[in-house]
């Protein structure tokens, strides 16, 4: 008896519209957790005070928010890669995923360094401070967030509208000013701390330009039918 063949047809992946969001969330989650880390963490890397404990609850908010951006970033980079499509370059793509990960992977890490921070304040508060611990991580947590990680960022920024203005797969001005944004993150970031709130609103700008054009795709694929 011969066995009953069931054909196997072999389909793309397509990248769910509603994906775009994610751009949205994380703008929103990084948004809200650098305002309450600048808030209650002094500017001054060496700054020995009492922000650990008064603003403990703040700072434990910020950190719970940063895993679901990050998550919420992987997503987005997804969806800019499918807008890419076929014209992705593998260079200039090599560079805008390698600082999209590097960005990410320095922002969960001091992320970790002011947790650890908070957490080891909360069981030994004087042997924390005396021992100079506090110094070193409040110094390293600085420096990757506030050089590094956000340069990444800007990298990030400059290769995604490099791949833009060569394959036209989003408006001029959009590339343009992604070339702007980046260099504010790359230049005033060591003069005003603030201005890391450049990237996620960057984020946010882009994830409705993609869900405006998903949206008009959409139309043009199914036109309401002639009565």
């Known amino acids: ?116 921070m908070l957490s080891s304040y909360a069981i030994a508060a004087d042997r924390l401070i005396e021992s100079g611990v506090y110094t070193y991580s409040r110094a390293v947590m600085y420096r990757i967030m506030n050089v590094y990680a956000i340069r ?12 833009w203005l060569r394959t036209r797969t989003m408006p001029l001005w959009l590339a343009l000013l992604t070339y702007g944004a980046a260099l504010v993150l790359l230049v005033t970031i060591s003069y005003m701390l603030w201005v890391t709130l450049v990237f996620p609103a960057w984020v946010g700008l882009i994830s409705v330009a993609l869900l405006v054009w998903n949206y008009r795709r959409r139309l043009d694929q199914d036109p309401e039918p002639v009565s």
């Open 1 to 116: 008896m011969a066995e009953n063949s069931v054909p196997l047809t072999a389909r793309r992946l397509t990248t769910p519209r509603a994906a775009a969001l994610a751009g949205i969330l994380f703008a929103v989650l990084l948004s809200a957790s650098y305002v309450l880390m600048r808030l209650a963490i002094p500017a001054d890397p060496l700054d020995v005070s009492v922000w650990l404990e008064e603003n403990a609850n703040s700072i434990s908010l910020a950190l719970s928010l940063v895993p679901f951006a990050g998550i919420a970033f992987l997503w987005f980079m997804g969806v800019v890669r499918d807008r890419i499509g076929a014209f992705e370059d593998r260079f200039f793509s090599t560079v805008f995923f390698g600082s999209g990960l590097l960005f990410l992977a320095m922002t969960f890490v001091a992320a970790a360094l002011a947790g650890g």
């Open 152 to 163: 990444m960022a800007g990298v990030f920024m400059i290769s995604l509208g490099t791949i």
